[in-house]
DNA sequence: GGTTATCTTTGACTTAAGTCAACCGGGACT
DNA sequence: AGTCCCGGTTGACTTAAGTCAAAGATAACC
């Protein structure tokens, strides 16, 4: 095994040889950003491509931080947040295998607005600037997926915004149950993949706050509480909150 | 003058001769957007689209409604909104000439994920989806433009719920302020373009919190008010109040 | 120009949610 | 096993900001 280990960021970049690099061509055609690529072009983006390792609870990146590309995860789980003066965290998304982040700075601004850190330990995919956008321009398909990308992102950040605005807590948390329910297997049995302090950032909230309202949904027969699986009991009901934002 | 009137979604749709069209592509050749397009494809987007006009406080859309297109302003201001089930109305954006709006169904989606009114008379530039998607395939400098708009936007958004969460009304007034000043000519007296009422629904409160904030921020001899006049007189702590976020 | 309607300000009150502090329980490590 | 530490929970208290109501100030309209 050939490798090239070089310490940057806090994360370990990889080289690779042709298997890897094979492999790394695979996976990235299966990722919704790049999914219908022709294989040409893969092998391009294969030749610019970094994987870099980062252990739980590393530093990516820092807002302010120039952007000179951004990320694709590949395993684990990254956060990105922000942070206001006086140490409290607001997390902006929690992105999974599959999903890229840092892109904003690729085509606007040159920096990044957030914090970025591993929540588990990760496998990520760097992708320099210069060298990808070279390659958008001469595939418009790409484009067409990174407009769709950055628009669905949009879609959430608006209701986040709606949600932090015009929602009280037990709104927000209902409806992120609701949200976790929607993409889960099991449709009334949660399992909730954050820690609650966590999830209370998520919902730009605090750990108390969270801790009282989830007991009080309990309490309420909306939902049964054990640990961190939450099953839903009242559907209905936790829709209805969810809509009207407020307990 | 041959015209041809439309009602439609509460605007009227205007057809158009040579001449307007001739004026329509120049102007659209200014835009942030479209800058740098040869004249072919400017030609070729004058032909799919359509200038509308609404009358201050017509509804464009609504959150829900199946975007066939997006919008570009060329007079007026529109406003972008959510509203609670319970009437407070939060604002995303205003827009002004130059700006476009309801991308997001363009790419992602397929319906507007919130409202859209005007708050002047206006006239917008309706640029179809088909087309349009037809048009940035041919094009791809376009679509690196239009990435930088909605990189832009995110960024925007994310400055936002980190003000939404982490500050307290006086600091997202303050950012406000300052926000204002950097992009008027003289650097101290702002002219609020917004009504109290609608500058409180942008910072994600309302408006007697508004009112007794200002009045707060005057007493403290960081600001001073007349109408709509805002004069900043200490502009350090104002600075310093909209980086910690609390008073 | 005067009447209306809308916007703005102010006051008294309520409330959701944050702060501070104590405590519990389960790992992890020695 | 025992200690330490971190995550979660609970209680008492504070506070920013929302609600309700009324009165002034602007701006809009006939």
Same mark, same amino acid.
């Given at each position: 095994?050939?490798?090239?280990?070089k310490?940057e960021?806090?994360?370990?970049k990889t080289?690779m040889?042709g298997e890897?690099?094979?492999?790394?061509?695979k996976?990235?055609?299966e990722t919704?950003?790049f999914?219908?690529? *022709?294989?040409?072009?893969?092998?391009e983006?294969?030749g610019?491509?970094?994987?870099?390792s980062?252990?739980? @609870?590393?530093?990516?990146?820092?807002?302010?931080?120039?952007?000179?590309?951004?990320?694709?995860?590949m395993?684990?789980?990254?956060?990105?947040?922000?942070?206001?003066?006086?140490?409290?965290?607001?997390?902006?998304?929690i992105l999974?295998?599959?999903?890229?982040f840092?892109? /904003?700075p690729?085509?606007?601004?040159r920096s990044?607005?957030?914090?970025?850190?591993?929540l588990?330990?990760? @496998?990520?995919?760097?992708? *320099? !600037?210069?060298?990808?956008v070279?390659?958008? #321009?001469?595939? *418009?398909?790409?484009a067409l997926?990174?407009?769709?990308?950055l628009?669905q992102?949009l879609?959430?950040?608006?209701?986040?915004v709606?949600?932090?605005s015009?929602?009280?807590?037990p709104? !927000?948390?209902?409806?992120?149950?609701?949200?976790?329910?929607?993409?889960? /297997?099991d449709?009334d049995?949660?399992?909730?993949?954050l820690?609650? #302090?966590?999830? /209370?950032?998520?919902?730009? #909230?605090?750990p108390?706050?969270?801790?009282r309202i989830?007991?009080?949904?309990?309490?309420?027969?909306?939902?049964?509480?054990?640990?961190?699986?939450v099953?839903i009991v009242?559907r209905? !009901?936790?829709?209805?909150?969810a809509?009207?934002? !407020?307990?």
């Amino acid at each position: 095994m050939e490798e090239t280990e070089k310490k940057e960021q806090g994360g370990r970049k990889t080289g690779m040889n042709g298997e890897q690099c094979q492999s790394l061509l695979k996976w990235l055609g299966e990722t919704s950003l790049f999914a219908g690529m *022709p294989d040409a072009h893969l092998q391009e983006l294969c030749g610019i491509a970094m994987v870099v390792s980062y252990k739980r @609870r590393a530093l990516i990146f820092s807002a302010g931080d120039p952007g000179s590309g951004f990320y694709l995860v590949m395993e684990g789980r990254v956060k990105v947040y922000m942070i206001s003066s006086d140490g409290k965290e607001q997390i902006l998304h929690i992105l999974g295998p599959g999903e890229p982040f840092g892109e /904003a700075p690729v085509f606007a601004g040159r920096s990044f607005p957030a914090h970025a850190v591993a929540l588990d330990d990760c @496998r990520l995919v760097f992708l *320099p !600037r210069e060298a990808f956008v070279e390659l958008v #321009t001469a595939n *418009p398909s790409l484009a067409l997926n990174l407009l769709a990308v950055l628009s669905q992102r949009l879609r959430q950040f608006a209701k986040m915004v709606d949600s932090l605005s015009l929602k009280e807590v037990p709104g !927000r948390l209902a409806a992120h149950l609701l949200y976790l329910s929607a993409k889960q /297997a099991d449709k009334d049995v949660l399992e909730l993949d954050l820690s609650k #302090t966590q999830l /209370a950032s998520l919902l730009g #909230t605090i750990p108390e706050t969270l801790s009282r309202i989830l007991s009080k949904l309990q309490r309420a027969g909306y939902i049964r509480i054990a640990g961190a699986k939450v099953t839903i009991v009242d559907r209905e !009901r936790l829709e209805e909150l969810a809509e009207v934002g !407020r307990f």
